[in-house]
């Protein structure tokens, strides 16, 4: 059982962690299972799918036919170095464009979401909650260190995860 | 006949008390290197008092088996003052936040420290106010969106330091909480200085600002990005501690690389023991990504404590005209009585 304070691997039962004394006696684990699956995992358990980009000049026609052809609710859009700029989702879709449906050849660059809110692959779960609770999304950019997307995960990601982790604490108990 | 103290450790200062921080909270990293430094000071457990306001970093006294206040919301500061002015015996240590310290905590922070009472004040600072659930803190960068920024923050932040060094602190060092060697040295120093040692924590609130310090606690990141302070040594950083920091011909700092014509002489020298704290305000307003942080002992100083004073002239008071007596002092004067 990993100590909360100082993440020592104590053997099930302990009293007091071995590593630092701190009590394990109220430490409940599987009484919070939900927080602690939440906050110990990070996006990286989350596998994140490769990102299908687009840079901003294209033509939003095009974003639209890649999104439908490959199944996906977003694309992310970069520069020509290959940073993330923005981010063009099906709901930029519904609410941007559907009153403009004759400007199919603009650049999907008008109809994007700007400086799109990203999380990086140490990102707790929680974390990844807690940004598209704030802003409503249902899509988060992964990026690097250097703001260059490596991923992209949705709130689908997640509760197909929750699902799975829900599943093995039932087979557990 | 004499009584050998018992010989401390950390598990003698582990609580019982159930641990309520989220799962890899940055604040579990300052509680195990706290926890790790008591015993090292020989000082008898019942003589150190951990006092705390309101926050994520206030539930700290539950978690350490020392006497304890959790106290009132930006309140600690005072109540801590408040104790050590009747035992300034003790070792009391205040945990605050960047909320609790600096927002409606700000002023008795300001006055703690500007007294240089002979206390010791950790700060974790995560740049959110993590207990009520993500809304933007004084620290908060402009533009950050939060719960209750949802355009982006629009307040300047402030920096703890600026604000500490302003308040005429006479020990000033920031750490990081995963950074455990570092962070245990400097709350040991701070532990050992005479007067309010003032200690800012970055701290990683993993749930609801995630990231927010990873350019200076990530490994293979923060030593672009860090620069270690060491008094009486050049400002060096980078992996290869090929880089430093100097002042230029406009007095302000800049980022160099060694070799090519400039050597470690001509870096910047850090001075913690200078009388004038405007090298530890430079130092304390270099901030990523324009320069490496400094980590370390910005300013160490002595001045006259504060607690030290306050109990001098009670004892002078006492010496001249005796213990006194509060019933008489409360019936003396003018008073009234009301029927």
């Known amino acids: 059982m990993l100590c909360p304070d100082c993440s020592f691997d104590n053997i099930e039962g302990m009293d007091n962690c071995e590593a630092c004394g701190q009590s394990l006696v109220k430490f409940d684990p599987s009484g919070g299972e939900l927080e602690q699956t939440i906050s110990r995992h990070t996006i990286g358990v989350l596998c994140p799918s490769a990102p299908l980009t687009i840079e901003p000049q294209e033509p939003v026609a095009t974003a639209i036919a890649t999104m439908s052809n490959h199944h996906v609710g977003c694309l992310l859009v970069v520069d020509n170095r290959g940073d993330l700029v923005g981010i063009f989702t099906e709901r930029d879709v519904l609410n941007r464009f559907s009153s403009n449906r004759r400007r199919l050849a603009d650049p999907v660059g008008e109809f994007m979401t700007d400086a799109p809110m990203t999380i990086s692959d140490d990102d707790s779960i929680a974390y990844a909650l807690h940004a598209m609770d704030l802003g409503g999304y249902r899509h988060l950019p992964v990026v690097d260190e250097n703001n260059r997307p490596t991923g992209i995960i949705s709130v689908r990601d997640i509760l197909r995860f929750l699902c799975v982790r829900f599943a093995e604490l039932r087979t557990a108990s | ?339």
């Not at chain 2, 005072?78 to 605050?96: E, M």
């Not at chain 2, 949802?150 to 920031?174: K, M, T, Y």
């Open chain 2, 1 to 339: 006949m004499t009584t050998e103290l018992p010989v401390l450790t950390a598990k003698d200062f582990a609580s019982d008390q159930e641990l309520r921080w989220c799962p890899r909270c940055g604040d579990y990293s300052i509680l195990a290197q706290f926890k790790k430094m008591l015993p090292t000071l020989g000082i008898p457990q019942e003589n150190f008092v951990v006092v705390s306001g309101i926050g994520c970093s206030s539930r700290f006294p539950y978690y350490v088996d020392t006497y304890g206040f959790h106290s009132i919301h930006g309140r600690a500061p005072a109540i801590a003052s408040g104790i050590k002015g009747v035992r300034p015996d003790l070792q009391v240590w205040v945990i605050t936040g960047d909320g609790d310290g600096l927002s409606i905590g700000g002023n008795h922070l300001m006055h703690a420290i500007r007294r240089n009472i002979n206390l010791k004040i950790i700060l974790f600072n995560n740049q959110i106010y993590g207990l009520t659930k993500g809304q933007y803190s004084p620290t908060s960068p402009i533009g950050k969106r939060t719960k209750s920024t949802p355009l982006g923050s629009i307040d300047n932040p402030l920096s703890p330091l600026s604000v500490a060094i302003g308040s005429e602190a006479s020990f000033v060092a920031r750490s990081v909480d995963v950074d455990t060697k570092h962070l245990t040295a400097i709350l040991h120093r701070a532990a050992h200085h005479e007067g309010t040692a003032f200690i800012e924590v970055y701290q990683d609130c993993n749930v609801f600002n995630s990231g927010a310090f990873y350019y200076a606690s990530k490994k293979g990141v923060k030593e672009e990005n860090v620069v270690y302070l060491e008094h009486g040594k050049p400002l060096i950083f980078g992996a290869n501690r090929d880089k430093g920091i100097r002042v230029n011909e406009g007095n302000r700092p800049e980022v160099v690389e060694l070799g090519s014509g400039i050597s470690e002489d001509d870096l910047l020298f850090h001075d913690e023991k200078a009388d004038e704290p405007s090298l530890a305000f430079l130092l304390a307003r270099m901030r990523h990504p324009e320069f490496p942080e400094p980590v370390g002992v910005f300013r160490s100083v002595e001045r006259p404590v504060y607690d030290l004073a306050l109990d001098a002239q009670v004892n002078e008071a006492i010496a001249e005209q005796g213990p006194g007596d509060l019933e008489t002092l409360f019936s003396s004067g003018d008073t009234w009585t009301v029927e």
